[in-house]
């Protein structure tokens, strides 16, 4: 068995209309408006822009024009040259893919996992709203979950935040590749695909990566790994009570001991360089939210680098 420190947080998630879940998402709804502002949607416009392209009209040939835009079809019909024009798509489609696993549910700080994940979703969502585009929400763990079209105005961005907080957990392993073969089915318009998790069980599934990879060439893909700092270094407390990854029941765990702390960090390590080595193969861009900073950050410097790297491109 395998340890790790993910017993369920006690969020009072167990109960969906318990006034603590209520008093928590309202806190993600105050925190998410606060964190949003001109620059960071200015950002997200900047760097996102223009994913696209879609037919507006044809018009006659004019000397000078790119003989690839010539529209053959309509040229044949009127005997006369015609070519295509085109424009920039000026609208994102934004969709969600959460992980709501039992991996999840777990946090040593202000917030679980799961509630790190529907902070950053919710400033996605804001983001998306304040630039008119629409948002989409698959929630997933061991079996599919909720599914919200992409939809936009400040209702639906509220359901989309509401449900990620009350979200029940699965307490299978994650199911990587069936919700990114359902979305390679079903996301038939290019978009903007975040995909959120703590990706425990990617060592699990042998297929996630090539599907990702099949995404990525048809959509903007940025995979996020929520992680916890207990996850990565377990501090000089003495003994711990942890629970188990893989199934019921809990180890104790002697952190005094240096062997057992190098162990932990090597494991950590080790499961982050799978992860990394997927999502490199995979070639999505990726970054972590790490719930010991501010939940923010990691995605403002993500979008900064993204508008760096298209302005140099």
Known sequence: MQASPLQPASSG??????????????QVHLRTHRLMNTALAGSYRSTFRGTGIEFEEVRPYIPGDDVRSIDWNVTA???????????????????????????LDFGTQ?????????????????????????????????????????SKGLHHTQRVIRSVMTA??????????????????????????????????????????????????RHDVIAVRV???????????????????????????????????????????????????GLARARVSHFDLDLGRDLADPLVAFFRRREMSRGSA
């Open 13 to 26: 998630r167990s109960d969906r209309l318990d006034p603590g879940v209520a008093k928590r998402i309202q």
């Open 77 to 103: 019909r009127t005997g006369e040259p015609f070519v295509k024009l085109f424009r920039e798509e000026r609208e994102l489609t934004v969709n969600l893919i959460v992980d709501t696993s039992i991996t």
């Open 110 to 150: 202000q917030w679980s996992k799961l509630e790190g994940a529907a902070q950053l979703t919710a400033l996605i969502t804001m983001v998306a709203l304040h630039n008119q585009d629409r948002v989409g929400l698959t929630l997933f763990g061991s079996e599919p979950g909720l599914h919200l079209q992409p």
């Open 168 to 217: 029940p957990v699965s307490h299978g392993r994650s199911d990587y590749s069936s919700v990114l073969q359902a979305a390679e089915r079903t996301l038939h318009r290019r978009s903007l695909l975040f995909f959120i998790s703590d990706f425990h069980a990617a060592a699990h599934d042998p297929e996630w990566v090539q599907i990702l990879a099949r995404l990525e060439r």
């Open 227 to 277: 992680v916890d700092p207990l996850e990565e270094s377990l501090p000089d407390v003495g003994r711990l009570r942890l629970g188990a990854l893989d199934g019921p029941g809990q180890l104790e765990v002697d952190t005094s001991s240096a062997a057992v702390r190098d162990a932990w960090e090597h494991e950590a390590q080790e499961r982050r360089r799978v992860i990394q080595a």
